[in-house]
């Protein structure tokens, strides 16, 4: 049972456009949000993360959007470039007791920005 | 730099032999992880070791796998007489302390299993 949802498998993007890539999660303990990017044969490397507190967090290009009522994020990236072209993975994460947390990983989106 | 270091990076194998992927976090980090990505799946969540507490291995899918991390360092995750649907892309994350700080991948070991 998946409690991190990613819907969409892939997305294509033109260039300099708005790139925007949707996460759903099922536990309402979720508090802690974090998106990572991963290249062909690299490991995933942090992109941005966002506290249950929160509702926006914005770094740059890349700004992630969490409704918790409907339990649902979003990463959007603008404007894209190429280079963005990668598989992205939504993360969650609740408390639990004494310091083992997990992190929830969804399936991934595979972005790929056309140039 | 020192990033995560995983080796080797590809290991072909028969099926029923025991194979060992190492894992070198950044120096430092308390926090190693554990996961797997298999074709065309997400990240599955093996085992996690924080310091010098009990490891989570609610992950591990059956008893033919195991992990140890020596002197709160190096890991080793062994499986043992493989199976064909124990190949998969295997990586290894280090964080500085507990699941909220980033985790630090390395490149992954891919396994296959013939």
């Known amino acids: 049972d998946q409690q991190v949802k990613q819907n969409s498998p892939s997305l294509s993007v033109q260039e300099g456009r708005i790139s925007i890539l949707n996460c759903d999660y099922t536990n309402s303990m979720f508090d802690y949000f974090l998106w990572y990017k991963k290249y062909p044969a690299e490991g995933p490397t942090f992109l941005i993360s966002?506290?249950?507190i929160k509702d926006k967090n914005e770094d740059g290009r890349f700004t992630v959007f969490l409704n918790k009522s409907a339990k649902h994020l979003s990463l959007h990236i603008v404007p894209s470039q190429p280079g963005d072209s990668a598989v992205y993975f939504c993360?969650?994460?609740?408390?639990?007791?004494?310091?083992?947390?997990?992190?929830?990983w969804g399936l991934g989106t595979s972005l790929a920005v056309n140039p | 730099g020192a990033g995560v270091s995983q080796s080797p990076s590809n290991k072909v194998t028969e099926k029923g032999k025991d194979v060992e992927l190492r894992c070198d976090p950044i120096?430092?980090?308390?926090?190693l992880y554990w996961y797997r990505q298999s074709l065309g799946q997400g990240l599955e969540f093996l085992i996690y070791f924080q310091g010098n507490s009990a490891p989570d291995k609610s992950g591990l899918p059956s008893d033919r796998f195991s992990a140890e991390r020596t002197g709160g360092s190096v890991s080793t995750l062994t499986i043992q007489r493989t199976q064909q649907e124990d190949s998969a892309v295997y990586l290894c994350a280090s964080s500085r302390s507990g699941v909220t700080d980033t985790q630090y991948f390395g490149p992954g070991t891919r396994l296959t299993v013939l």
């Open positions: 993360a969650a994460s609740s408390p639990a007791a004494g310091n083992n947390r997990k992190l929830i």
């Open positions: 120096s430092g980090h308390t926090a």
């Open positions: 966002i506290s249950s």
